[in-house]
């Protein structure tokens, strides 16, 4: 778990660049799709102060598991409804797979150059981890998180209409399996994958 350690001055700026960029990836696709609802209500914006949900940060800093703000947007913008949500909903996930690969390859040109010391190398550590777990963890199909969007928009209209009506039971429902364990056994090995994927990218470019 990630609870109140010495490492706390260096977890604030990782967590921040992580969620951060995962809202405002969301924002800038629902924008780019012609929705000008984000940027209506301040979320088309790097100041993390704008993405913040107190639950969720919680969540993530005790239990590596939790989410931001979600940033709201109205899909009537969009040409296509379903096509769109899908878009913004992994939008948030790819952002921060691309920013894992980012600093894994720092990390690694760093290393190579025999430069990775310092406390500040942890802050980039931090930054990869966080990274991977968001997008794993907002993949997982249960409301509030991106997965449910995302699973909504690919089944049949019907079922991903009775499936959005479980939305205001989501966040219950998520907190009692992580609680459980249930979420990290699906997750860990997910996010393991995931960072032998982008490893084995950066080992191939350096």
């Known amino acids: 778990m990630f609870g109140l350690d010495a490492d706390m ?14 809202e405002y990836a ?18 088309l914006t ?24 979600p940033v709201p947007i109205n899909p009537s913008y969009f040409k296509n409804y379903r096509q769109g949500t899908l878009i913004v909903s992994l939008a948030g996930p790819v952002a921060n797979m691309l920013l894992a690969l980012i600093t894994a390859f720092l990390i690694g040109l760093l290393a190579k150059l025999q430069l990775l010391s ?7 550590w931090m930054t990869y981890s ?32 009775i499936f959005d009506q479980m939305e205001q039971y989501g966040p219950f429902i998520l907190m009692a399996l992580v609680y459980v364990g249930v979420i990290g056994m699906i997750t860990y090995p997910l996010e393991r994958g995931l960072a032998y994927m982008i490893n084995t990218i950066v080992m191939t470019i350096l």
């Open 118 to 124: 310092g406390n500040w190398v942890k802050v980039l």
């Open 46 to 69: 790097l100041n993390p102060v704008a993405h913040l949900d107190a639950l969720g940060l919680l969540m993530l800093w005790l239990f590596k598991f939790g989410w931001a703000k």
């Open 130 to 161: 966080y990274n991977i777990i968001l997008a794993i963890f907002n993949l997982v199909p249960i409301p509030p998180l991106d997965g449910s969007k995302v699973l909504a928009s690919i089944l049949p209209e019907r079922q991903g209409q």
């Open 26 to 43: 969301h924002a800038r696709a629902a924008v780019t799709l012609g929705d000008p609802t984000p940027r209506f209500m301040g979320r």
């Open 9 to 22: 001055i260096f977890r604030i700026p990782a967590l921040l660049i992580a969620l951060t960029v995962h």
